[in-house]
């Protein structure tokens, strides 16, 4: 069985940059998560989505921050502008419900911002 | 609030067992879940107890202690690829994972 799959896995980019990563779950998880993880430190949630609809946004900076996930499958996090503030290791992770279920992570995107 | 509390860092020797413990404080409680994070990797799975009691799992151990808001990872027959983080994370009445800083832990031969 295929894991949760993101990419890019590395992104560098100049401050005020938008940037965006896209995670795929694993078949049949209907929720996915998208983290923020800072060195040292553990993951912090920032959206979770229930099939196609965000069920927990409140850690969401939505001024700059945003996500989608069309079709309730594959997601987009997106950062406009990004921020020096910004740089840490994205994370996706999905699980098969929304009550307590194990939650797999992808790989991660680390963040680089200049 | 709600809040995780594990040690930042911890040293055990290769063959050696160690004990890693976590105190959580929660809006509710559903079940306690432990993970392994290596340097630059994602986290994966390892344990989740949701009742009191010690759940084993070959060389790794997990107890909780609703009562007292406590858990402990328990290691055997440490090995080197062990040196990782370890990653603490109870759920509250929302379902949502509260999760802890982590713990490193280092192996030394």
């Known amino acids: 069985e295929a894991g949760v799959v993101q990419s890019p896995r590395y992104k560098i980019i100049e401050k005020k940059q938008p940037v965006a990563f896209w995670c795929n779950p694993i078949s049949g998880h209907n929720t996915l998560y998208w983290y923020r993880q800072n060195l040292g430190q553990g993951p912090e949630l920032l959206i979770r989505?229930?099939?196609?609809?965000?069920?927990?946004d409140s850690q969401l900076p939505k001024d700059r921050f945003s996500a989608e996930r069309l079709k309730g499958v594959d997601s987009t996090l997106k950062i406009q502008p990004a921020e020096l503030g910004d740089s840490a290791v994205y994370l996706c992770a999905s699980s098969l419900g929304r009550d307590v279920e194990t939650q797999y992570f992808g790989p991660g995107t680390r963040l680089l911002v200049l | 609030g709600q809040n995780i509390d594990q040690p930042t860092e911890m040293t055990a020797t290769e063959g050696a067992i160690v004990q890693i413990n976590c105190t959580y404080q929660?809006?509710?409680?559903?079940?306690l879940f432990w993970y392994q994070q290596h340097a630059g990797e994602a986290p994966t799975f390892l344990s989740y107890?949701?009742l009191d009691g010690l759940e084993e799992k070959g060389r790794f151990s997990s107890f909780l202690s609703r009562s007292k808001g406590y858990s402990y990872l328990l290691l055997k027959e440490l090995q080197m690829k062990d040196s990782a983080s370890y990653l603490c994370a109870a759920t509250d009445s929302n379902y949502q994972l509260i999760w802890g800083a982590g713990t490193k832990l280092i192996i030394k031969p």
């Open positions: 989505y229930e099939n196609e609809e965000a069920v927990d």
């Open positions: 929660t809006s509710g409680f559903n079940g």
């Open positions: 107890n949701v």
